[in-house]
């Protein structure tokens, strides 16, 4: 055993339990307390394994899940970006790459560089298993919600054009739950949960 390997492994291991403390704006569902980053990658991983029939096109599924696990790490240095918050958008690029560095440098260097490699594979969104994730990232969040009587939208005051914008990019992964997702949706502006700003 390489004791140092180990150690450095450890320190990165401990180092993302702090994902735990990253409060996130969406409820658990049944009207629950605000969930945590690591339990919205748990979620994703999850969703992606058993939804994974449903993506355009055939995934390597392992790499697709570690993708979800990694994806928000870096939010333990630059904190969680509301989907909708327009100022803190501008900035998140900025934090997340200073945050991968500091995070994924705990590692043993190959493993380093592999994790790195996966989170810009993530952010790049080109490929099949990137595409996947990220129609996860975005189903996750809006089934609590949709649990919850669209609870968290209607109290940031989210716009029904917001709301497909975002969701529109599940598409690139999954079209069946994109048009699962889109029928939601007018479900929930027929509700008043979201305001309507499309043209009529």
């Known amino acids: 055993m390489d004791r140092q390997r180990l150690e450095k492994q450890i320190d990165f291991i401990l180092e993302a339990d702090k994902e735990k403390n990253i409060l996130r704006q969406t409820h658990l569902s049944g009207h629950g307390r605000r969930e945590n980053d690591a339990e919205h990658a748990w979620h994703m991983a999850l969703m992606a ?3 994974k029939e449903y993506s355009n096109q055939e995934i390597d599924i392992a790499r697709t899940m570690a993708m979800c696990l990694i994806h928000d790490i870096v939010e333990i240095d630059a904190g969680d970006t ?8 501008k900035t998140q690029k900025e934090r997340e790459e200073k945050a991968k560095q500091r995070i994924f440098s705990l590692l043993p260097d190959d493993q380093r560089d592999e994790m790195t490699a996966l989170f810009d594979e993530f952010e790049a969104f080109e490929t099949p298993e990137s595409c996947f ?10 089934l609590l919600n949709d649990s919850n009587g669209g609870g968290d939208w209607r109290e ?5 054009s917001k709301v497909l914008g975002r969701q529109s990019q599940s598409a690139k992964g999954s079209a069946q739950i994109a048009g699962f997702v889109f029928e939601k949706l007018e479900e929930h502006v027929r509700e008043g949960n979201l305001i309507e700003d499309r043209d009529k």
């Open 156 to 160: 940031h005051a989210v716009t029904v």
């Open 49 to 51: 394994w058993l939804l």
């Open 133 to 142: 994730a990220h129609a996860m990232d975005n189903f996750q969040p809006f």
């Open 82 to 89: 509301y989907a909708y918050d327009e100022e803190g958008l």
